[in-house]
């Protein structure tokens, strides 16, 4: 029976769980299994996502220029961006009207998005971000097309811009997100 | 007339105690079954897998089954077109029949009982073996593959571990002198061993190897993992089960959790002493009303060791489970025989 020490401890394994889930103070204080598990009770507390985490992807108006390389490089086609050009002041008086992108719309069809966070690597322009809000779940499937005002109102759930670890790869042209 | 006497008469009528029985009966399956599933499926697993469990529904989460119940019978209840009809509607109520006639020969006190049969463990070893025609009639009649698979699979394991179950309990019976369960109760309770007889004589110490084979047999008989090859998910769905929804399928289920009730009261009828307690004469009137509540008790014990038992191991290969009865169990039991048997004619 080689196997039976093993089995054993099996067996001490799941009781040992048991009682530090039930007892987590010691056996001499009062049970308390909401303190003792390693889960919460969702709807009614949360646990906060790390920082980084791939919640929702939000938008920051002011730097798109409509490129069209996040809406290409999706592997769902999920991005849909339309925009014309617009007329600018010249830069200095008696230039010529300079030529800009307006942005006329960027959805993200979350019902397609498979959260691999491709359009906010390829951004040469730092306008996508990941925000670590995850509650975004409607009743309804065509309601999780989020248009860019909605995307846009995701901008104040990202977190600030945090300093890489010690060996990640860089990203040279990183942009705060608030700027 | 006082209400003693009333309640005499009343039960000396057929009809109001065949609905007295029935009713004990439906508490005697449904109580313990309920309280099982709550305790340890519900609430010990989750707190061994370091969660809540069901925290909703009442406080702690206590009215979740009736919670659960409400679920099922809202659920249609679907038979598939080419399944054979008949056989598949009335395959969960032969696995629940086996159930509500184990009950039966459950000795809750000296004078508590529903029938007092001579042949009490015979006749309750026989009638688990209904479940296995229950399971086929499921698997079979369901016209799935993962269904049928699943039902030969159950028939090959209950069959094959019935055989340590009997011969385990073979080892009790020889000892015992009786097939009567109550007898065996009172054996227990009145013996001593090497004249030391304050806790009488539970076989559990002198049985102890039987005990080991019993309970690796009913926890194989009651499809419990390890041993629950026959719904084994990830490669037949739920096997027999694999057909069956609403009210069919929480029959079933009733079915599979009571028998665990039942069979872990039947494990502490013949190895804890059943109703009996220590330091109470074993013919006092008072084991009437409180044996129940002890037999309770010890199930409640037996029950944790083969809810421990499901939570903590992965399951069997189906070739090592069959191993583990032919070439293990069986021959152990069969040795634990000889040796009880030897030791019955020395002493």
């Known amino acids: 029976m080689p196997q039976l020490p093993g089995m054993i401890k099996g067996l001490g394994v799941t009781a040992r769980i048991f009682f530090q889930t039930v007892w987590p103070d010691g056996l001499l204080k009062p049970p308390s299994p909401a303190k003792g598990a390693h889960t919460v009770q969702y709807p009614r507390e949360k646990e906060a996502p790390p920082t980084r985490a791939r919640g929702v992807i939000a938008l920051h108006h002011d ?52 959260f691999c966070g491709i359009c906010v690597e390829v951004c040469p322009f730092e306008a996508l971000f990941w925000s670590p809000e995850y509650e975004f779940s409607e009743p309804r499937l065509a309601e999780l097309l989020h248009d860019k005002e909605r995307l846009a109102d995701w901008m104040e759930t990202v977190p600030d811009f945090l300093e890489y670890e010690a060996g990640a790869e860089q990203k040279v042209k990183k942009v705060p997100s608030t700027s | ?84 009809k008949w056989v598949f509607r009335l395959a969960p109520f032969v696995v629940l029949i086996s159930t509500f006639l184990l009950v039966l020969v459950l000795p809750g006190g000296p004078d508590a009982f529903f029938v007092n049969l001579d042949v009490g463990i015979y006749f309750a070893l026989a009638v688990s073996s209904i479940s296995v025609i229950g399971i086929l009639m499921a698997g079979w009649a369901s016209a799935s593959k993962y269904a049928l698979l699943g039902g030969i699979r159950a028939a090959g394991q209950l069959i094959a571990y019935e055989l340590p179950l009997v011969l385990a309990v073979l080892g009790v019976v020889i000892q015992a002198e009786s097939l009567n369960m109550n007898t065996i109760v009172a054996r227990q309770a009145e013996w001593e061993i090497f004249g030391f007889g304050f806790f009488g004589m539970p076989f559990i110490i002198t049985q102890f190897v039987g005990f080991f084979i019993f309970m690796v047999a009913i926890q194989a008989e009651l499809t419990q993992p390890p041993f629950d090859m026959p719904v084994a998910e990830s490669e037949l769905v739920t096997g027999y089960l694999t057909e069956y929804s ?11 959790f009571a028998t665990a009730a039942v069979f872990s009261a039947i494990g502490a009828v013949l190895f804890l002493g059943g109703w009996w307690i220590p330091g109470i004469d074993a013919s006092s009137n008072l084991f009437n009303v409180i044996g129940p509540l002890i037999l309770a ?31 293990f169990l069986i021959p152990l039991a069969l040795v634990n025989i000889f040796v009880t048997s030897v030791f019955k004619v020395v002493f």
């Open chain 1, 63 to 114: 730097n798109c220029t409509a490129c069209m390389l996040c809406a290409r490089e999706c592997p769902d086609w999920c991005i849909y961006i339309e925009g014309h050009k617009e007329l600018a002041p010249p830069r200095r008086a008696g230039g010529k009207p300079r030529q800009k992108n307006k942005l006329d719309r960027f959805d993200i069809d979350f019902a397609l998005c498979m």
């Open chain 2, 1 to 84: 007339m006082t209400l003693a006497s009333l309640f005499a008469v009343a039960l000396d009528d057929y009809w109001v105690t065949t609905i007295f029985r029935v009713v004990i009966g439906l508490v005697a399956v449904l109580l313990p079954t309920g309280t099982l599933v709550y305790l340890f499926l519900f609430k010990m697993m989750s707190f061994m897998q370091s969660r809540l469990g069901p925290m909703e529904a009442g406080p702690f989460g206590s009215l979740q089954l009736l919670a659960e119940f409400g679920k099922f019978l809202q659920k249609e209840d679907i038979t598939p077109a080419k399944a054979d």
């Open chain 2, 246 to 256: 609403g009210i069919r399928f929480l029959l079933f289920f009733i079915g599979e």
């Open chain 2, 297 to 327: 008790g010890k199930m409640i014990l037996l029950a944790f060791l083969i809810f421990w038992f499901r939570v903590t191991y992965p399951r069997f290969r189906e070739d090592q489970l069959q191993k583990l009865a032919w070439k």
